[in-house]
T-cell receptor
Framework: QVQLVQSGAEVKKPGASVKVSCKASGYTFTNYAIHWMRQAPGHRLEWLGWINVGNGNTKYSQKFQGRVTITRDTSASTAYMQLRSLTSEDTAVYYCARTFGPGGFDPWGQGTLVTVSS | QSALTQPASVSGSPGQSITMSCTGT?????????VSWYQQHPGKAPKLMIY???DRPSGVSNRFSGSKSGNTASLTISGLQAGDEADYFCSSYTSSSTLYVFGTGTKVTVL
C-alpha cells in the first residue's frame, strides 16, 4: 500500500538545524509531489512547502522562505525537509504528505516531533 | 498568516447528521475548487476525507460529503458513528504567499 514513513523525534537547541526524512513506498516516487506541513501544540496546521519529485523543483511558503529546504533522493525514494535557525516556536509535529488531486494531501507520514529547547 | 475559520466543536447523537463549516475568502475557498477535508484522531496523522470540494477518495465512506457556497465550504457527516469522533479540519489552495491554508479545526463529539 502507499505509505510514507518519517524519521524519529528530534530534540534541538535554539539556533540549530533539523533534517527530517520521509521514505515513500507502494507507488512510483517520481510521479507525485511531496508536501511538508507542521502542527504546533494547540495550533492549526501550517504548510511549509513542496517538491516536484520528478524534476526537483520546489516552492516554499513565504513565511519559511530562506529557512527551509526540501530535497529528495529518488534512488532512495526519500524526501527531506531541513529547517534552520530553530527557535522554540518551531516546536511542532512535522508531517510529509503526497499530493492528491489539485489541493489534497494523502497519505500523510506518521509525523515527526521536533522539540526546540535550551 | 490567514486561517480558514471553523467552529470549535460540533456534536450529535449516533445516527444523526451534522454539518461543519469552513469559511475563508475569495482568495482561497471562494476562488478555487481545491478545498479538502481531513479527519484526525488524537495522536494520529490526518486522513483525507474529501478533496476538490466534494470528491471522496476510494475507501472513504459515502456518509461523508462536501460542498461549497461562496467563501464557505461545508462537510456533512450522515449516520453519525462513534468512530467519527475526531478533529476535522479543512484546507484550501490560496493565492497568497502561503499557497495552502488550513482551518482552525472542529472537534466532533458523538453524544
Amino acid at each position: 500500500q502507499v505509505q510514507l514513513v518519517q524519521s524519529g523525534a528530534e530534540v534541538k537547541k535554539p539556533g540549530a538545524s533539523v533534517k527530517v526524512s520521509c521514505k515513500a513506498s507502494g507507488y512510483t516516487f517520481t510521479n507525485y509531489a511531496i508536501h511538508w506541513m507542521r502542527q504546533a501544540p494547540g495550533h492549526r496546521l501550517e504548510w511549509l512547502g513542496w517538491i516536484n519529485v520528478g524534476n526537483g523543483n520546489t516552492k516554499y511558503s513565504q513565511k519559511f522562505q530562506g529557512r527551509v529546504t526540501i530535497t529528495r533522493d529518488t534512488s532512495a525514494s526519500t524526501a527531506y525537509m531541513q529547517l534552520r535557525s530553530l527557535t522554540s516556536e518551531d516546536t511542532a509535529v512535522y508531517y510529509c504528505a503526497r499530493t492528491f488531486g489539485p489541493g489534497g494531501f494523502d497519505p500523510w507520514g506518521q509525523g515527526t516531533l521536533v522539540t526546540v529547547s535550551s | 498568516q490567514s486561517a480558514l475559520t471553523q467552529p470549535a466543536s460540533v456534536s450529535g447523537s449516533p445516527g444523526q447528521s451534522i454539518t461543519m463549516s469552513c469559511t475563508g475568502t475569495s482568495s482561497d475557498v471562494g476562488g478555487y475548487d481545491s478545498v479538502s477535508w481531513y479527519q484526525q484522531h488524537p495522536g494520529k496523522a490526518p486522513k483525507l476525507m474529501i478533496y476538490d470540494v466534494s470528491d471522496r477518495p476510494s475507501g472513504v465512506s459515502n456518509r461523508f460529503s462536501g460542498s461549497k457556497s461562496g467563501n464557505t465550504a461545508s462537510l456533512t457527516i450522515s449516520g453519525l458513528q462513534a468512530g467519527d469522533e475526531a478533529d476535522y479540519f479543512c484546507s484550501s489552495y490560496t493565492s497568497s504567499s502561503t499557497l495552502y491554508v488550513f482551518g482552525t479545526g472542529t472537534k466532533v463529539t458523538v453524544l
